[in-house]
């Protein structure tokens, strides 16, 4: 088949596809849930020893991690005594995805436009291709650290957890730490999808609805 130069400039002159962004409902309010306690949980880690019993900042900010630290090694004595420095690099790790988080969230309610019938704003362009990624990149950041945070527990025989009962096990370890697989494999799906369709647009012209 050969195209023409009529044919050319007919396909240059079409309008470009437009493709755009808005986040869903569950990915605003697991923002809502889990940037504080990340927050609140990386202020711990890094300020140790200062945050645990004893220290002076430990009352009343972080005093529930006196009982969490006696559920996970990894937040006690035994770890900091030990100079375990997993604990301290998954703390700093915390800190860039938040701040990755925190930087999607800016350019989303800094950019992004109302648009009748829809629940949440929707950034378009460069603002939404850039959020997207910087979300995008943060999420199988946390996914790949929760992943880890795992198999060093099951590589290392349960040496940090395994001291507890099911029951606690189940209701201050696995569920807690379990929300941080579920909700960032959400993300990189929903997000990951939106890319691809990003891409697809900008390769073939065609016109992909997004999220």
Known sequence: MVTTRSGKRAASSAPAARWSHAPSRATLL??????????????????????????????????????YGEVDHVYGWKSFEAHNGFTSAQGALNSVETAMYFVYLYIYFTSGAAVKGRATKVLSGRPAAVAVLTAFSAAVMTL????????????????????NSLQDLILMWIIPNGLWLIFP???????????????????????????
């Open 30 to 67: 697991w923002f809502a849930f889990s940037l504080p306690l990340v927050v609140w949980d990386t202020g711990y880690v890094l300020l140790r020893p200062l945050t645990m019993e004893g220290g002076s900042l430990h009352w009343p900010l972080y005093t529930p991690y006196k009982l």
């Open 144 to 163: 790949s650290k929760t992943v880890l945070y795992w198999l060093q527990e099951y590589f290392s025989g349960f040496d940090n957890i395994g001291h």
């Open 185 to 211: 494999s959400y993300m990189i799906y929903a997000m990951g999808s939106e890319i691809v369709d990003g891409l697809t647009v900008a390769s073939t012209g065609g016109s992909i609805k997004s999220e």
